[in-house]
DNA sequence: TGTACATCAGTGAACGCGCGTTCACTGATGTAC
DNA sequence: TGTACATCAGTGAACGCGCGTTCACTGATGTAC
Protein backbone atom coordinates (compact mmCIF):
# COMPACT_ATOMS: atom_id res chain seq x y z
CA UNK A 1 0.00 0.00 0.00
CA UNK A 2 1.48 3.14 -0.85
CA UNK A 3 1.54 6.24 1.15
CA UNK A 4 -1.24 8.94 0.16
CA UNK A 5 0.31 12.52 -0.93
CA UNK A 6 -1.05 13.69 2.41
CA UNK A 7 0.68 10.88 4.12
CA UNK A 8 3.80 11.34 2.56
CA UNK A 9 3.90 15.41 2.82
CA UNK A 10 3.35 14.32 6.35
CA UNK A 11 5.96 12.14 6.61
CA UNK A 12 8.44 14.79 4.93
CA UNK A 13 7.31 17.52 7.43
CA UNK A 14 7.88 15.21 10.37
CA UNK A 15 11.63 14.82 8.86
CA UNK A 16 11.61 18.40 8.48
CA UNK A 17 10.92 19.36 12.00
CA UNK A 18 13.27 16.81 13.44
CA UNK A 19 16.01 18.83 11.20
CA UNK A 20 15.37 21.78 12.25
CA UNK A 21 15.19 21.05 15.78
CA UNK A 22 18.60 19.34 15.30
CA UNK A 23 19.94 22.90 13.42
CA UNK A 24 18.76 24.65 16.58
CA UNK A 25 20.17 22.33 19.02
CA UNK A 26 23.77 23.29 17.56
CA UNK A 27 22.57 26.63 17.47
CA UNK A 28 21.70 27.14 20.95
CA UNK A 29 21.63 23.84 22.84
CA UNK A 30 19.16 21.71 24.22
CA UNK A 31 17.52 23.97 27.38
CA UNK A 32 16.73 26.63 24.56
CA UNK A 33 15.35 24.52 22.22
CA UNK A 34 11.84 26.38 21.01
CA UNK A 35 8.70 25.07 19.24
CA UNK A 36 8.24 28.64 17.99
CA UNK A 37 11.89 28.81 16.41
CA UNK A 38 11.03 25.02 14.66
CA UNK A 39 8.01 27.18 13.31
CA UNK A 40 9.65 29.82 12.39
CA UNK A 41 12.13 27.69 10.47
CA UNK A 42 9.47 25.85 8.92
CA UNK A 43 7.65 28.88 7.42
CA UNK A 44 4.73 28.08 9.45
CA UNK A 45 2.82 29.86 12.06
CA UNK A 46 3.57 28.49 15.76
CA UNK A 47 0.84 26.83 16.30
CA UNK A 48 1.08 24.64 13.32
CA UNK A 49 3.96 22.38 14.30
CA UNK A 50 0.97 21.31 17.38
CA UNK A 51 0.05 18.89 14.38
CA UNK A 52 2.94 17.19 14.53
CA UNK A 53 4.09 17.33 17.99
CA UNK A 54 2.48 17.26 21.20
CA UNK A 55 5.13 19.59 23.01
CA UNK A 56 8.31 20.27 23.38
CA UNK A 57 9.17 17.81 25.58
CA UNK A 58 7.96 15.65 22.50
CA UNK A 59 10.31 17.21 19.99
CA UNK A 60 12.87 16.35 22.78
CA UNK A 61 12.39 12.83 22.74
CA UNK A 62 12.41 12.70 19.12
CA UNK A 63 15.58 14.20 19.04
CA UNK A 64 17.31 12.33 21.82
CA UNK A 65 16.06 9.36 20.08
CA UNK A 66 17.48 9.92 16.94
CA UNK A 67 20.80 11.35 18.21
CA UNK A 68 21.15 7.75 19.61
CA UNK A 69 20.13 5.93 16.61
CA UNK A 70 22.79 8.01 14.17
CA UNK A 71 25.76 7.22 16.55
CA UNK A 72 24.41 3.68 16.76
CA UNK A 73 24.31 3.45 13.23
CA UNK A 74 28.26 4.97 12.78
CA UNK A 75 29.30 2.49 15.11
CA UNK A 76 27.33 -0.30 13.32
CA UNK A 77 29.00 0.89 10.43
CA UNK A 78 32.33 1.37 11.73
CA UNK A 79 32.34 -2.23 13.00
CA UNK A 80 30.82 -3.47 9.29
CA UNK A 81 34.29 -2.56 7.91
CA UNK A 82 35.84 -4.48 10.23
CA UNK A 83 33.76 -7.59 10.66
CA UNK A 84 36.53 -10.08 10.16
CA UNK A 85 38.70 -7.61 12.67
CA UNK A 86 40.58 -9.19 15.65
CA UNK A 87 38.82 -7.72 18.94
CA UNK A 88 41.06 -5.32 19.13
CA UNK A 89 40.99 -3.50 15.66
CA UNK A 90 36.40 -3.96 16.70
CA UNK A 91 37.50 -2.28 19.75
CA UNK A 92 39.52 0.52 18.27
CA UNK A 93 36.86 0.79 15.22
CA UNK A 94 33.88 1.70 17.86
CA UNK A 95 36.05 4.07 20.01
CA UNK A 96 37.17 6.21 16.80
CA UNK A 97 33.58 5.63 15.64
CA UNK A 98 32.29 7.41 18.97
CA UNK A 99 35.00 10.23 19.22
CA UNK A 100 34.11 11.12 15.32
CA UNK A 101 30.69 11.12 15.63
CA UNK A 102 30.65 13.34 18.66
CA UNK A 103 33.15 15.65 16.94
CA UNK A 104 30.81 16.24 14.04
CA UNK A 105 27.96 16.26 16.40
CA UNK A 106 28.66 18.14 19.49
CA UNK A 107 25.51 19.74 20.26
CA UNK A 108 23.58 16.11 19.37
CA UNK A 109 26.49 14.44 21.58
CA UNK A 110 26.17 16.57 24.74
CA UNK A 111 21.96 16.44 24.51
CA UNK A 112 22.41 12.61 25.31
CA UNK A 113 25.71 12.33 27.35
CA UNK A 114 25.66 15.85 28.37
CA UNK A 115 23.67 17.92 31.48
CA UNK A 116 20.28 16.49 31.57
CA UNK A 117 17.54 19.13 30.16
CA UNK A 118 16.08 20.93 33.89
CA UNK A 119 12.73 19.25 33.44
CA UNK A 120 12.95 16.68 31.02
CA UNK A 121 13.18 13.17 31.57
CA UNK A 122 13.69 11.40 28.44
CA UNK A 123 10.71 8.72 28.32
CA UNK A 124 12.64 5.33 29.27
CA UNK A 125 10.83 3.04 26.99
CA UNK A 126 11.55 4.75 24.20
CA UNK A 127 14.98 5.61 24.82
CA UNK A 128 16.70 2.48 26.38
CA UNK A 129 17.12 0.09 23.33
CA UNK A 130 18.92 2.95 20.87
CA UNK A 131 20.94 4.59 24.01
CA UNK A 132 22.40 0.96 24.50
CA UNK A 133 23.41 0.45 21.35
CA UNK A 134 27.03 1.70 21.76
CA UNK A 135 27.78 -0.60 24.82
CA UNK A 136 25.65 -3.33 23.28
CA UNK A 137 28.49 -3.46 20.44
CA UNK A 138 31.27 -3.24 23.00
CA UNK A 139 29.89 -6.34 24.56
CA UNK A 140 29.67 -8.21 21.22
CA UNK A 141 32.90 -7.73 20.56
CA UNK A 142 33.96 -9.08 24.19
CA UNK A 143 31.78 -11.85 23.98
CA UNK A 144 32.88 -12.93 20.55
CA UNK A 145 36.44 -13.02 21.73
CA UNK A 146 35.53 -15.04 24.50
CA UNK A 147 33.86 -17.69 22.19
CA UNK A 148 36.89 -17.63 20.33
CA UNK A 149 39.03 -17.84 23.38
CA UNK A 150 40.96 -14.85 22.09
CA UNK A 151 40.41 -13.15 25.68
CA UNK A 152 43.22 -12.82 28.94
CA UNK A 153 42.28 -13.73 32.33
CA UNK A 154 41.14 -10.55 33.43
CA UNK A 155 43.56 -8.83 36.28
CA UNK A 156 40.42 -7.88 38.56
CA UNK A 157 40.45 -8.93 41.98
CA UNK A 158 36.90 -10.49 43.40
CA UNK A 159 33.66 -8.63 42.63
CA UNK A 160 31.78 -8.09 45.29
CA UNK A 161 28.50 -9.48 45.82
CA UNK A 162 26.32 -6.60 44.73
CA UNK A 163 28.13 -6.06 41.47
CA UNK A 164 28.44 -9.51 40.54
CA UNK A 165 24.65 -10.15 40.93
CA UNK A 166 23.85 -6.65 38.73
CA UNK A 167 26.63 -7.86 36.43
CA UNK A 168 25.05 -11.50 35.87
CA UNK A 169 21.92 -9.70 35.10
CA UNK A 170 23.32 -8.10 32.62
CA UNK A 171 25.10 -11.92 31.17
CA UNK A 172 21.63 -13.22 31.26
CA UNK A 173 19.77 -10.42 29.53
CA UNK A 174 22.09 -10.29 26.89
CA UNK A 175 23.05 -13.93 26.74
CA UNK A 176 27.12 -13.87 27.58
CA UNK A 177 29.09 -16.09 28.47
CA UNK A 178 31.52 -14.00 28.79
CA UNK A 179 32.61 -13.61 32.84
CA UNK A 180 31.27 -10.94 35.20
CA UNK A 181 34.89 -9.62 35.64
CA UNK A 182 35.02 -9.04 32.00
CA UNK A 183 31.54 -6.94 31.57
CA UNK A 184 33.06 -4.69 35.27
CA UNK A 185 36.02 -3.86 32.51
CA UNK A 186 33.86 -3.26 29.93
CA UNK A 187 31.64 -0.69 32.00
CA UNK A 188 35.14 1.36 32.90
CA UNK A 189 35.58 1.38 28.71
CA UNK A 190 32.22 2.74 27.93
CA UNK A 191 32.31 5.53 30.68
CA UNK A 192 36.04 6.30 30.04
CA UNK A 193 35.52 6.33 25.92
CA UNK A 194 32.61 8.89 27.05
CA UNK A 195 34.93 10.83 29.39
CA UNK A 196 37.68 10.99 26.85
CA UNK A 197 35.15 12.10 24.12
CA UNK A 198 33.44 14.58 26.24
CA UNK A 199 36.66 16.38 27.74
CA UNK A 200 37.94 17.22 23.49
CA UNK A 201 34.66 17.97 22.42
CA UNK A 202 33.91 20.21 25.35
CA UNK A 203 37.17 21.49 25.57
CA UNK A 204 37.89 21.36 29.06
CA UNK A 205 41.52 20.12 28.94
CA UNK A 206 42.83 23.99 28.11
CA UNK A 207 42.44 24.75 25.20
CA UNK A 208 46.17 24.43 23.93
CA UNK A 209 47.02 21.73 26.14
CA UNK A 210 46.85 18.94 23.37
CA UNK A 211 47.50 19.96 20.41
CA UNK A 212 46.97 16.38 18.67
CA UNK A 213 43.79 14.87 20.47
CA UNK A 214 43.55 11.93 18.30
CA UNK A 215 46.60 10.92 19.23
CA UNK A 216 45.90 11.07 23.10
CA UNK A 217 42.66 9.33 21.88
CA UNK A 218 44.48 6.43 20.53
CA UNK A 219 46.62 6.05 23.36
CA UNK A 220 43.88 6.14 25.58
CA UNK A 221 41.77 3.04 23.20
CA UNK A 222 45.02 1.07 23.65
CA UNK A 223 45.00 1.33 27.41
CA UNK A 224 41.55 0.26 27.50
CA UNK A 225 42.00 -2.53 25.04
CA UNK A 226 44.48 -3.72 27.19
CA UNK A 227 42.48 -3.87 30.02
CA UNK A 228 40.11 -5.71 27.95
CA UNK A 229 42.55 -8.12 27.41
CA UNK A 230 42.64 -7.82 23.95
CA UNK B 1 42.43 47.43 58.34
CA UNK B 2 38.57 46.46 58.96
CA UNK B 3 35.91 46.06 56.64
CA UNK B 4 33.73 49.12 57.16
CA UNK B 5 29.99 48.23 57.81
CA UNK B 6 29.24 49.21 54.33
CA UNK B 7 32.03 46.57 52.86
CA UNK B 8 30.89 43.81 55.00
CA UNK B 9 27.64 44.57 54.04
CA UNK B 10 28.50 44.44 50.65
CA UNK B 11 30.50 41.41 50.66
CA UNK B 12 27.91 39.77 52.75
CA UNK B 13 25.10 40.34 49.55
CA UNK B 14 27.79 38.92 47.54
CA UNK B 15 27.89 35.85 49.17
CA UNK B 16 24.24 35.36 49.11
CA UNK B 17 24.35 36.41 45.41
CA UNK B 18 26.17 33.22 44.93
CA UNK B 19 25.06 31.15 47.08
CA UNK B 20 21.31 31.98 45.74
CA UNK B 21 22.76 31.24 42.23
CA UNK B 22 23.94 27.82 43.04
CA UNK B 23 20.65 26.91 44.87
CA UNK B 24 18.91 28.08 41.44
CA UNK B 25 21.75 26.33 39.44
CA UNK B 26 20.07 23.47 41.50
CA UNK B 27 16.68 23.76 40.57
CA UNK B 28 16.72 24.58 36.51
CA UNK B 29 20.36 24.40 35.47
CA UNK B 30 22.80 26.48 34.21
CA UNK B 31 21.01 27.79 31.02
CA UNK B 32 17.99 28.51 33.10
CA UNK B 33 19.85 30.86 35.44
CA UNK B 34 18.06 33.97 35.74
CA UNK B 35 19.58 37.24 37.52
CA UNK B 36 15.51 38.02 38.09
CA UNK B 37 15.13 34.83 40.06
CA UNK B 38 18.12 35.83 42.14
CA UNK B 39 17.09 39.26 42.94
CA UNK B 40 13.79 37.63 43.99
CA UNK B 41 14.95 35.04 46.27
CA UNK B 42 17.19 38.06 47.50
CA UNK B 43 14.47 40.10 48.16
CA UNK B 44 15.05 42.80 46.15
CA UNK B 45 14.24 44.64 42.90
CA UNK B 46 16.04 43.01 39.53
CA UNK B 47 17.72 45.73 38.71
CA UNK B 48 20.16 45.78 42.54
CA UNK B 49 21.57 42.75 41.50
CA UNK B 50 23.37 45.02 39.02
CA UNK B 51 25.20 46.80 41.73
CA UNK B 52 26.91 43.47 42.56
CA UNK B 53 26.99 41.71 38.91
CA UNK B 54 27.72 43.01 35.59
CA UNK B 55 25.52 40.54 33.61
CA UNK B 56 24.25 37.57 33.85
CA UNK B 57 27.69 35.74 32.01
CA UNK B 58 29.18 37.25 35.00
CA UNK B 59 27.45 35.47 37.75
CA UNK B 60 27.75 32.52 35.38
CA UNK B 61 31.62 33.20 36.08
CA UNK B 62 31.53 33.65 39.38
CA UNK B 63 29.39 29.98 39.43
CA UNK B 64 32.10 28.31 38.09
CA UNK B 65 34.85 29.18 39.89
CA UNK B 66 32.87 28.47 43.14
CA UNK B 67 32.03 25.34 41.92
CA UNK B 68 35.80 24.43 40.70
CA UNK B 69 37.56 25.88 44.36
CA UNK B 70 34.69 23.37 46.10
CA UNK B 71 35.55 20.50 44.27
CA UNK B 72 39.38 21.45 44.79
CA UNK B 73 38.76 21.41 49.01
CA UNK B 74 36.99 18.50 49.02
CA UNK B 75 39.65 16.84 46.76
CA UNK B 76 42.57 18.67 49.11
CA UNK B 77 40.72 17.72 51.80
CA UNK B 78 40.70 14.16 51.15
CA UNK B 79 44.23 13.87 50.27
CA UNK B 80 45.14 15.89 53.34
CA UNK B 81 43.78 12.40 55.63
CA UNK B 82 46.05 10.40 53.65
CA UNK B 83 49.28 12.69 54.12
CA UNK B 84 51.28 9.99 54.62
CA UNK B 85 49.61 7.16 52.66
CA UNK B 86 50.37 4.96 49.23
CA UNK B 87 49.90 5.99 46.13
CA UNK B 88 47.56 3.80 45.85
CA UNK B 89 46.03 5.13 48.72
CA UNK B 90 46.08 8.93 47.69
CA UNK B 91 44.43 7.67 44.33
CA UNK B 92 41.62 6.20 45.62
CA UNK B 93 41.23 9.71 48.10
CA UNK B 94 40.86 11.77 45.30
CA UNK B 95 38.99 9.30 42.77
CA UNK B 96 35.98 8.90 46.21
CA UNK B 97 36.43 13.03 46.36
CA UNK B 98 35.52 13.46 43.00
CA UNK B 99 32.88 11.05 43.59
CA UNK B 100 30.96 12.24 46.44
CA UNK B 101 31.13 15.89 45.44
CA UNK B 102 29.46 15.08 41.95
CA UNK B 103 26.85 13.10 43.66
CA UNK B 104 25.91 15.98 46.29
CA UNK B 105 26.05 18.32 43.73
CA UNK B 106 25.25 17.54 40.92
CA UNK B 107 23.65 21.19 39.15
CA UNK B 108 27.37 21.92 40.01
CA UNK B 109 29.08 19.49 39.02
CA UNK B 110 27.05 19.51 35.32
CA UNK B 111 28.02 22.76 35.32
CA UNK B 112 31.79 22.54 35.13
CA UNK B 113 31.66 18.93 33.38
CA UNK B 114 28.23 18.81 31.63
CA UNK B 115 27.57 20.20 28.25
CA UNK B 116 28.96 24.42 28.00
CA UNK B 117 26.05 26.84 28.49
CA UNK B 118 25.22 27.69 25.19
CA UNK B 119 26.35 31.76 24.30
CA UNK B 120 28.64 31.40 27.50
CA UNK B 121 32.39 31.17 27.81
CA UNK B 122 34.27 31.03 30.59
CA UNK B 123 37.26 33.51 30.40
CA UNK B 124 40.15 31.38 30.94
CA UNK B 125 42.42 33.59 32.65
CA UNK B 126 39.71 33.24 35.70
CA UNK B 127 38.86 29.76 35.47
CA UNK B 128 42.18 27.73 34.02
CA UNK B 129 43.47 27.88 37.63
CA UNK B 130 40.94 26.50 39.89
CA UNK B 131 39.71 24.04 36.79
CA UNK B 132 42.66 22.38 36.89
CA UNK B 133 43.38 21.58 40.63
CA UNK B 134 42.01 18.25 40.69
CA UNK B 135 44.07 16.83 37.31
CA UNK B 136 47.26 18.75 39.56
CA UNK B 137 46.49 16.29 42.66
CA UNK B 138 46.34 13.56 40.49
CA UNK B 139 50.43 14.77 39.09
CA UNK B 140 51.03 15.38 42.40
CA UNK B 141 50.62 11.76 43.58
CA UNK B 142 51.86 10.19 40.55
CA UNK B 143 55.22 12.65 40.83
CA UNK B 144 55.10 12.23 44.49
CA UNK B 145 55.33 8.43 43.72
CA UNK B 146 57.82 8.29 40.63
CA UNK B 147 60.41 10.05 43.07
CA UNK B 148 59.47 7.91 46.12
CA UNK B 149 61.09 5.14 43.15
CA UNK B 150 57.43 3.65 43.95
CA UNK B 151 56.23 3.86 40.16
CA UNK B 152 56.20 0.42 37.97
CA UNK B 153 57.42 0.95 34.63
CA UNK B 154 54.20 1.82 32.36
CA UNK B 155 53.14 -0.78 29.97
CA UNK B 156 52.85 1.80 27.09
CA UNK B 157 54.14 1.47 23.62
CA UNK B 158 55.59 4.04 21.92
CA UNK B 159 53.98 7.82 22.35
CA UNK B 160 53.79 9.51 18.39
CA UNK B 161 55.78 12.63 18.84
CA UNK B 162 53.01 15.13 18.60
CA UNK B 163 51.94 13.86 21.85
CA UNK B 164 55.10 13.79 23.56
CA UNK B 165 55.70 17.24 22.84
CA UNK B 166 52.21 18.49 24.58
CA UNK B 167 53.41 16.17 27.53
CA UNK B 168 56.69 17.38 28.04
CA UNK B 169 54.98 20.81 28.04
CA UNK B 170 53.17 19.98 31.06
CA UNK B 171 56.53 18.44 32.54
CA UNK B 172 57.92 21.57 32.11
CA UNK B 173 55.11 23.70 33.46
CA UNK B 174 54.63 21.68 36.41
CA UNK B 175 57.92 20.71 36.58
CA UNK B 176 57.63 16.98 37.14
CA UNK B 177 60.35 14.61 36.44
CA UNK B 178 58.03 11.81 35.65
CA UNK B 179 58.31 10.43 32.66
CA UNK B 180 55.79 11.28 29.46
CA UNK B 181 53.69 7.96 29.27
CA UNK B 182 52.87 8.03 32.95
CA UNK B 183 51.31 11.55 31.98
CA UNK B 184 49.44 10.06 29.18
CA UNK B 185 48.06 7.20 31.68
CA UNK B 186 46.77 10.26 34.04
CA UNK B 187 45.36 12.40 31.62
CA UNK B 188 43.23 8.61 30.86
CA UNK B 189 42.32 8.15 34.56
CA UNK B 190 41.31 11.69 35.04
CA UNK B 191 38.56 11.31 31.98
CA UNK B 192 37.37 8.15 33.20
CA UNK B 193 37.14 9.12 36.74
CA UNK B 194 34.84 12.03 35.33
CA UNK B 195 33.35 9.85 32.84
CA UNK B 196 31.93 7.10 35.45
CA UNK B 197 31.09 9.60 38.07
CA UNK B 198 28.92 11.40 35.37
CA UNK B 199 27.42 8.30 34.16
CA UNK B 200 26.00 7.98 37.73
CA UNK B 201 25.23 11.10 38.47
CA UNK B 202 23.55 11.99 35.25
CA UNK B 203 22.06 8.53 35.43
CA UNK B 204 22.76 7.01 31.84
CA UNK B 205 23.31 3.73 33.05
CA UNK B 206 19.62 2.43 33.00
CA UNK B 207 18.55 3.57 36.13
CA UNK B 208 17.84 -0.27 37.48
CA UNK B 209 21.06 -1.69 36.11
CA UNK B 210 23.59 -1.12 38.67
CA UNK B 211 22.23 -1.44 42.28
CA UNK B 212 25.54 -1.03 43.81
CA UNK B 213 27.25 2.40 41.69
CA UNK B 214 29.77 3.13 44.34
CA UNK B 215 31.09 -1.18 44.15
CA UNK B 216 31.23 -0.44 40.49
CA UNK B 217 33.10 2.61 40.97
CA UNK B 218 36.01 0.91 43.35
CA UNK B 219 36.70 -1.83 40.97
CA UNK B 220 37.10 1.36 38.19
CA UNK B 221 39.30 2.90 40.75
CA UNK B 222 41.13 0.03 41.00
CA UNK B 223 41.81 -0.65 37.53
CA UNK B 224 43.29 3.13 36.58
CA UNK B 225 45.18 2.65 39.72
CA UNK B 226 46.77 -0.88 38.26
CA UNK B 227 47.42 1.18 34.96
CA UNK B 228 49.03 4.25 36.22
CA UNK B 229 51.69 1.40 38.15
CA UNK B 230 50.46 1.77 41.64
C1' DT C 1 -18.15 10.26 -12.58
C1' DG C 2 -20.22 13.28 -9.37
C1' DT C 3 -21.80 14.75 -5.00
C1' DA C 4 -21.86 15.15 0.27
C1' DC C 5 -19.39 14.75 4.04
C1' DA C 6 -15.28 14.00 7.03
C1' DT C 7 -10.61 14.70 7.87
C1' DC C 8 -6.75 17.33 8.29
C1' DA C 9 -3.04 21.33 7.72
C1' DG C 10 -2.40 25.59 8.68
C1' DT C 11 -4.04 30.54 10.34
C1' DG C 12 -4.23 34.34 13.47
C1' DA C 13 -5.25 36.10 17.76
C1' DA C 14 -4.84 35.65 22.40
C1' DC C 15 -3.38 34.23 27.42
C1' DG C 16 0.01 34.67 30.78
C1' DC C 17 4.52 34.19 31.57
C1' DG C 18 9.65 35.30 32.32
C1' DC C 19 13.83 37.32 30.79
C1' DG C 20 18.26 41.00 30.62
C1' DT C 21 19.25 45.50 30.84
C1' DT C 22 18.86 50.74 31.24
C1' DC C 23 17.70 54.91 33.55
C1' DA C 24 16.42 58.72 36.47
C1' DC C 25 15.36 58.79 41.20
C1' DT C 26 15.43 58.71 46.60
C1' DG C 27 17.41 58.22 50.81
C1' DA C 28 20.80 56.42 53.76
C1' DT C 29 25.78 55.91 54.95
C1' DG C 30 30.47 57.60 54.86
C1' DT C 31 34.16 61.35 54.59
C1' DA C 32 36.70 65.85 54.60
C1' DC C 33 37.10 69.93 56.74
C1' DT D 1 31.43 67.90 67.22
C1' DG D 2 29.00 69.65 63.36
C1' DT D 3 28.21 70.69 58.69
C1' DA D 4 28.51 70.05 53.44
C1' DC D 5 29.24 67.08 50.11
C1' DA D 6 30.17 62.57 47.81
C1' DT D 7 29.31 57.84 47.49
C1' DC D 8 26.54 54.05 47.25
C1' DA D 9 22.28 50.62 47.74
C1' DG D 10 18.17 50.02 46.31
C1' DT D 11 13.57 51.61 43.80
C1' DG D 12 10.20 51.56 40.19
C1' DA D 13 9.07 52.06 35.62
C1' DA D 14 10.07 50.98 31.15
C1' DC D 15 12.07 48.80 26.61
C1' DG D 16 11.84 45.01 23.67
C1' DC D 17 12.14 40.41 23.53
C1' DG D 18 10.86 35.28 23.32
C1' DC D 19 8.41 31.41 25.07
C1' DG D 20 4.50 27.20 25.30
C1' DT D 21 0.03 26.39 24.60
C1' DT D 22 -5.09 26.92 23.47
C1' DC D 23 -8.86 27.93 20.47
C1' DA D 24 -12.16 28.97 16.95
C1' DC D 25 -11.58 29.37 12.20
C1' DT D 26 -10.82 28.59 6.87
C1' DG D 27 -9.89 26.06 3.03
C1' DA D 28 -7.92 22.23 0.79
C1' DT D 29 -7.55 17.12 0.35
C1' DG D 30 -9.47 12.56 0.79
C1' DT D 31 -13.41 9.08 1.04
C1' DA D 32 -18.00 6.74 0.77
C1' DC D 33 -21.82 6.21 -1.82
Avoid at 49 to 55: A, D
Wanted: proline fraction near 4%; charged fraction near 20%.
Amino acid sequence: MVASPREQAREQTMRDIVRLGREQLAQIGPAGLSLRAVARDLGVVSSAVYRYVKSRDELLTLLVVDAYNELGDAVDGALAKVADGTPRERHFAVGRAVRHWALAEPARFGLIFGTPVPGYAAPADVTNEPGTRVIVALLGILEQAHRAGQLEASALAALPQSLRVDLDAIRAEYGLTVDAEHLAVAALVWTSMVGAVTFEVFDQFGSDTFTDPAALYEIHLALLAGLLGF
